[in-house]
Structures are given as C-alpha cells and as structure tokens.
C-alpha cells in the first residue's frame, strides 16, 4: 500500500483508478465516505486536502454556521474496493475549513493524540480486538409508525426458529461447530480473504461464535493503537460488504437476539518501551501468570476506571442487553488468569513466551468508536501505572456463582446497567482522560449518548405489552 503522496498517485495511475472513496469516522463511530474523481488527486491536494464535507450534517461534528470542512487523506490507508471496479478508498483526518487546523472532535485525532501521550512518557502499546457479528439472511423492521407499535423479524438460515430445511444451530451451541452446520464459513473465508488480499491484514482465527443464527468472530495480528483502530473500521466496511453481496445481512450490534449470547470485542492490550524492544507487562520471576507489577498497575488502572469506561466502549442502550448474567458477558470488576468471568483476564495460554504477555479487557462490543475505545483504554492503563494504583488480589473463581455476599467480601463491584448510569460514571470520572480527550470532544460525546438514551426511553417495548397490557 501506498505511503507517500507521490506512491498514492502512482498506485492511481497503475491500478486505472477513476473514483476514489474518502471516508472518515463521525463521533459516535460510524463510517461516512464521498466519492471523488480520481482526477481530482495531485501532489498539492494530497498536501492541502479536500473541500467536500458539511460537518454541520454529520453527528457530533460542526453547526450549520461553521460547516466547512476539509478531509485529509492518510496515504497508507489508500486500498483498492475489490467489489467495485476502478474505485480506491482512503481513510481522512478531518480539519476546520479557512486553514483553522486540525478539528478537536475529530475522533481520529483523539487517537493519534494518545499515541503521541504514550510516547512522551515512554511507552508504546498494543491492540488486539476480537470482533464479534452477526450474519443474517435478512431482517424485517416495523418501525414507521411507533404509535401503533413498533417490531423487527430476524431471518437466519442456522437459528431454530429457520424453516430452511437444513441444519440448525441450537441456542448458546454454536462454539466451533464444523460445517455443514456452520453454514456461513465460506461467506466469512471470502471476508478474510478479502482482508489479507486487498487490505493488508494478518488473520489469526476466524469461527463461528457462541451464538446461533450465524454469529462469527473474525481475528487479526495486533498492532499500534491509531493502526487497528484503522483496522476495526475497514474490517466492519469489509465484512458488511462482501456479506451484502451475498445478500446477507451483517451486524455488530451487540445484542439483536433475546436468549443468546451477545457480540462482543474482547481487546487484548499491551505496553511496551517506546522503541518496541521489551514488553512491560512480562516479568518471568512472577509466579503468578508470569504479569509485572508494571502489568498490575494497568490492570489497576483499567479496574479504576472501568465503571466510567463503560460509557465509551459499550457506548449504546443495546451494550447493556448485552452485559447481563448468563451469557459470558462481563460485569464484575475483578481481574484473574484464564478467568473469563472477570473484566480483566491475563490469559494463560502459554509460559515464558515475553512476546504473548498481556491483558485482555473483556467488556467493549463493536458497536463503539475504536478509535475512541482504545485511546480511553490507554489513558486508564497509564494512570494507573502514573499512579501506581494496585489492582487487588486476583479472583480465580467463577464470579457468576458467588454470592453477592461473597462478592461484597471481596470487595467486586459491577459495571453499569444502562448507558445513562454508565454516562453519569463518566461525567464524575474523567480527569484521567483529558490529557488527550478535549472537553469540546467529551462534552459533545456525552451530549449526544444522552440524546440517544433519551430518546429509546420514550418507545414503549413491545414485550412491555405482553407483561402489562391487562394492567
């Protein structure tokens, strides 16, 4: 792939490229893209950027008074779209219109900051998302007029409810099965294929989920904090396209089914020194799961922090169907090896390998702003090694069997219930954050969180008539 201005242009010209996609992340997470001429790409417009965006008709971005705005492309990020002909796409920084600089809100820019934080204190780290999806043959929404009542009807050719004729996968049975009951391993195949292909991705896994009706997970080598949040975009864009040629129906909403596990993005973390030679969080001489102190006090700092956490990687009213007991979700803040019911859990898959040494923060779904998400991850992990904060003794129990009595005992708290208690953590817990996330970007991310809450409380849920309707 390209990385200077001068390589984008030459990858136009050799791969006859007539259209070039330029996309960008709105605040809340979405992928929004403008589709521009190749022609119009030259060394000045790779240095000056491009004046196609109305930030005032994209969420969390700019008023309709200061509305022009200019988008930057990344030239490392420049890839062919292999299901449209003669088009690229690029990824873009976003800037103020009238040469003002670089916009705040800009939830890329968020992330470049923490990679610049983390360097100036030394460090440098590493992400490894687990992505979690859905994939349906289809859905069916009634929505369009909520005052005679609202309903969805999700088609999947694995689910139970399927009237296919073919195999079925039955609830909370769908780990690993081997095809043909995993009926979409060759739709997830064409993904991957397209990932390494086309987009320079290194896949470690991909297989069917917990889930029945075509849940998957798709994983891929960790990398730099700006680099896999790149990446977690552009598989997102990938996975619904190739699934939609397909005519099938990707999602990584993290709870559309009622009775199944949800989806999530399990991340893996790691801090390293800054030039990349030593993994800090390794310490052989540590009898327990061979983690540093170094490594405690991230896990310290992650525990900390992980109630005001909440907000930003489980960022939606949908997150917290998701987070509940019986569905190995986490919601207990603890921490552990090989514990999947903690938060945080150190795995144990192998022993004096420094490489493989690290954390994994269990409660984000995909449904949030990678960008944002691993810079906030960052930022509770350094103050808890900036304030050396001890995160406790391990609990290497099942913590969905204690008692809550138990559970006092040991001191483990829960994560929050709803996005409006987990944006109330927020608002009183976010010192820790602003050496790189501006107020302009938090208030605005609250703001409009709070908006979305607002607005889903005011739709009566259909099942509220099925418990209340002889009331």
Known sequence: MPSTAEDVLKFLKENNIKWVDLQFTDVPGRLHHITIPASDFDLESLKTGF???????????????????????????????????GVARVLCKVFWGGGKGRFERDPR????????????????????????????????????????????????????WSDSGTFVIRFKEGYYPAPPVDQLMDVRLEIVDTLVKYFGYTIEATHHEVATAG?????????????????????????????AKHGLVVTFMPKPIYGDNGTGMHTHLSLWTK????????????????????????IGGLLTHARALSAIVSPTVNSYRRLIPGFEAPIYIAWSKGNRSAVV?????????????????????????????????????????????????????????????KRRQLGIKELPRSLNEALDELESDKEFLKPVFNSSLLDTYIDLKRDEARSLQGYPHPMELYYYLDS
């Open 51 to 85: 004046g196609k965006l109305d930030g005032s008709s994209i969420r969390g971005f700019t008023s309709i008074y200061e509305s022009d705005m200019v988008l930057l492309p990344v030239p490392e990020t420049m890839t062919l779209v292999p299901w449209s002909p």
């Open 345 to 405: 859990r150190v795995p144990a898959y192998y022993k004096g390998m420094e490489k493989a040494k690290r954390i994994e923060y269990r409660p984000p779904d995909p449904s949030t702003n990678p960008y944002l998400a691993f810079a906030a991850l960052l930022m509770a992990a350094l103050d808890g090694v900036n304030k050396k904060i001890d995160p406790g003794d391990p609990v290497d129990e099942n913590i969905y069997h204690l008692t809550p009595e």
């Open 215 to 243: 849940q998957g997970e798709i994983d891929f080598r960790f990398s730099t904090l700006v680099d896999t949040a790149d990446k977690v975009q552009t598989l997102k864009y990938v996975a619904k396209n190739v699934a």
């Open 275 to 298: 030039d990349g030679k030593k993994n800090l969080m390794y310490d052989p001489n540590e009898e327990y799961a061979e983690i540093s102190q170094f490594g405690r006090y991230v």
């Open 109 to 160: 820019f968020i992330a470049e900051e923490a990679e610049k934080y983390q360097a100036e204190q030394g460090y440098t780290s590493f992400y490894g998302p687990e992505l979690e999806f859905f994939m349906f043959d289809k859905v069916k929404l009634d929505v369009s007029t909520p005052q005679s009542g609202t309903g969805y009807k999700i088609h999947a050719r694995e689910a139970p």
